[in-house]
């Protein structure tokens, strides 16, 4: 068996924390931007895009907000508030989709070193999740600080292990939503 790394998240990934959506006037029906909250998450981490909450940015802060805060096909979510540990994956660039201060956005550094598709998946790995939820200082609701999430580390194989793990974890999604689609399709049927 070929050897595996270890490196802190901040090593082999750029972190960033969302939006600080600090007045509920900022939510506006009419509003520019798409926010995506944990209940936008579904069990997989893809983000259900029906129902997303709209804010407006004050133009003031409009040019930093276009800057740091838009996400990218691509990008990883992972929350740190609430269901701490709770990850998305963007799979596709979204025009003026946005996340607040409760997630950490992650941008792999380098994709010949890790694949985007591995590290989310290993960041929804029922043991991964457990670690970070136990960094929570709060016990009523999780909160975990970005300086724990940054120096957390992440184990992974060669690229091409990478690649035999992201493939076969499609490709069985893949299957469980189509059976399940036969299933729902039979139902009807009777």
């Given at each position: 068996?070929?050897?595996?790394?270890?490196?802190?998240?901040k090593d082999?990934?750029?972190?960033?924390?969302?939006?600080?959506?600090?007045?509920?006037?900022?939510?506006?029906?009419?509003?520019?931007?798409?926010?995506?909250?944990?209940?936008?998450?579904?069990?997989?981490?893809?983000?259900?895009?029906?129902?997303?909450?709209?804010?407006?940015?004050?133009?003031?802060?409009?040019?930093?907000?276009?800057?740091?805060?838009?996400?990218?096909?691509?990008?990883?979510?992972l929350t740190?508030?609430?269901?701490?540990?709770?990850?998305?994956?963007?799979?596709?660039?979204?025009?003026?989709?946005?996340?607040?201060?409760?997630?950490?956005?992650?941008?792999?550094?380098?994709?010949?070193?890790?694949?985007?598709?591995?590290?989310?998946?290993?960041?929804?790995?029922?043991?991964?999740?457990?670690?970070?939820?136990?960094?929570?200082?709060?016990?009523?609701?999780?909160?975990?600080?970005?300086?724990?999430?940054?120096?957390?580390?992440?184990?992974?194989?060669?690229?091409?292990?990478?690649?035999?793990?992201?493939?076969?974890?499609?490709?069985?999604?893949?299957?469980?939503?189509?059976?399940?689609?036969?299933?729902?399709r039979l139902?009807?049927?009777?």
């Open positions: 068996m070929k050897s595996k790394t270890t490196k802190k998240l082999i990934a750029y972190l960033k924390r969302g939006y600080n959506i600090i007045t509920r006037n900022l939510y506006d029906d009419n509003g520019d931007y798409f926010l995506v909250n944990l209940g936008n998450i579904d069990d997989f981490g893809d983000v259900v895009y029906d129902g997303l909450k709209r804010i407006t940015i004050p133009e003031n802060k409009l040019k930093n907000f276009k800057e740091k805060y838009l996400l990218e096909k691509d990008d990883i979510l740190l508030r609430g269901r701490a540990g709770k990850t998305a994956f963007i799979k596709e660039n979204v025009d003026k989709l946005t996340v607040s201060y409760n997630f950490l956005i992650i941008k792999v550094k380098n994709t010949k070193e890790i694949l985007v598709k591995y590290l989310f998946y290993y960041l929804r790995k029922e043991n991964t999740v457990n670690r970070i939820r136990g960094l929570s200082t709060k016990k009523l609701i999780d909160v975990v600080s970005t300086k724990d999430i940054e120096n957390f580390e992440i184990t992974y194989p060669d690229i091409e292990t990478q690649k035999k793990y992201v493939d076969e974890i499609e490709k069985t999604k893949k299957e469980y939503f189509e059976a399940k689609e036969k299933y729902e139902i009807k049927e009777i």
